[in-house]
């Protein structure tokens, strides 16, 4: 008799699992930035269970259906063998996402020649020092020294203060305006899940404990960022706009935000600026201010599935 496997029951992510999710979490290092409890909750339909004393995510990604590496320090051949079965009982491929160089030694030892892993660089998270950031120091920097020096002569009135109730309608406009403008540009780009996911940190960001920046010049919202904690060390930059025109408005908000979040937290030693996408402009940008290291995220799917990434 074929014994029936057995499926996880996990349950939609609410603001309200914030608290537990964040107490695997905090325990955690070198996890990329899709293990974020905002992105998690902004991004799409995730949902979330605790099996063997971790946190295992099951999520979409390009429309496959994929379990990011979990969270936790129980056993690990228990909760991968749940994931496992729970992919045969949906009959689905096994495919686990965010694997760091950690996760891929463990399931290289658990399940010899069972899985294949496929690595993007396009996906790596881009790490950086908050004090390299904050304070663009030495030789390196003098290119983005001087276009903050820039910015400076062409705004000198500028100014920066925390995202609240009394600015939040201002940047609000702002940012639909930038959406606006982009999607005139180009009307099929790939927008639209990122104005949502960026619409609803805007209205949750108090419950997610998110800490945002605004720069302004008078009335003028020139950028804003916006982003959380991801570890004990490292805060994760999950939003990062500049009205359109506004030269060294980036590198501005850049350079407060390093100084805000050092200032708040002294805890925290890295910003995570996320990934370039595969971007070539993009990834040019975050690699020109000297990341302090990439965090390498894999793909890794089991063999006897069929390679499926």
């Not at 269970?49 to 999520?59: C, D, L, N």
């Not at 294949?116 to 396009?122: L, Y």
């Not at 030693?269 to 201010?289: Q, V």
């Amino acid at each position: 008799m074929t014994q029936t496997k057995t499926m996880i029951d996990f349950k939609r992510i609410e603001l309200s699992d914030k608290p537990l999710y964040d107490s695997y979490l905090e325990k955690e290092t070198g996890r990329g930035c899709e293990f974020s409890f905002a992105n998690l909750y902004l991004w799409g339909r995730q949902s979330f269970a605790e099996v063997h004393g971790h946190i295992v995510i099951f999520s979409q990604f390009n429309r496959r259906s994929v379990y990011p590496y979990p969270l936790g320090s129980g056993d690990k051949k228990a909760v991968l063998d749940a994931i496992i079965e729970d992919s045969k009982a949906r009959g689905i491929p096994c495919r686990i996402t965010g694997v760091n160089a950690e996760g891929r030694r463990t399931i290289e030892e658990l399940y010899p020649e069972r899985f294949r892993f496929h690595c993007d660089e396009g996906a790596f998270d881009y790490v950086y020092s908050i004090d390299d950031l904050a304070e663009l120091v030495g030789k390196k920097y003098h290119a983005k020294r001087n276009h903050l020096n820039r910015f400076y002569e062409s705004y000198p009135n500028y100014f920066v203060e925390p995202l609240c109730d009394t600015n939040i309608e201002k940047v609000k406009k702002m940012v639909s305006e930038w959406y606006e403008d982009k999607l005139a540009a180009d009307p099929n780009g790939d927008y639209y899940m990122e104005k949502a996911a960026i619409e609803r940190a805007f209205r949750d960001y108090k419950a997610l404990h998110m800490d945002g920046l605004v720069l302004l010049d008078g009335e003028t919202v020139l950028a804003v960022t916006l982003g959380g904690k991801l570890s004990s060390d490292t805060f994760d930059v999950n939003f990062e706009k500049a009205r359109a025109g506004v030269n060294g408005a980036y590198a501005a908000i850049n350079n407060e935000f390093a100084k805000y979040i050092r200032k708040k937290y002294p805890n925290i030693k890295y910003l995570d600026r996320e990934e370039d996408m595969g971007l070539e402009g993009l990834r040019k940008a975050k690699r020109s201010y000297y990341p302090h290291h990439m965090t390498e995220k894999c793909w890794a799917c089991l063999l006897e599935d069929g390679y499926d990434y």
